[in-house]
């Protein structure tokens, strides 16, 4: 089990959650 993984997978799920409706709000 690579912790690094899911670190990884969970930033990645987080940014997009994060950044999605920060951009539809910016626009």
């Known amino acids: 089990m690579e ?3 899911l670190d990884v ?3 990645s799920v987080g940014k ?3 950044v999605s ?3 539809v ?3």
Do not use: D, K
């Open 3 to 5: 912790p690094i993984s």
């Open 9 to 11: 997978l969970l930033a």
């Open 16 to 18: 997009e959650v994060g």
């Open 21 to 23: 409706p920060w951009r």
């Open 25 to 27: 709000v910016s626009q």
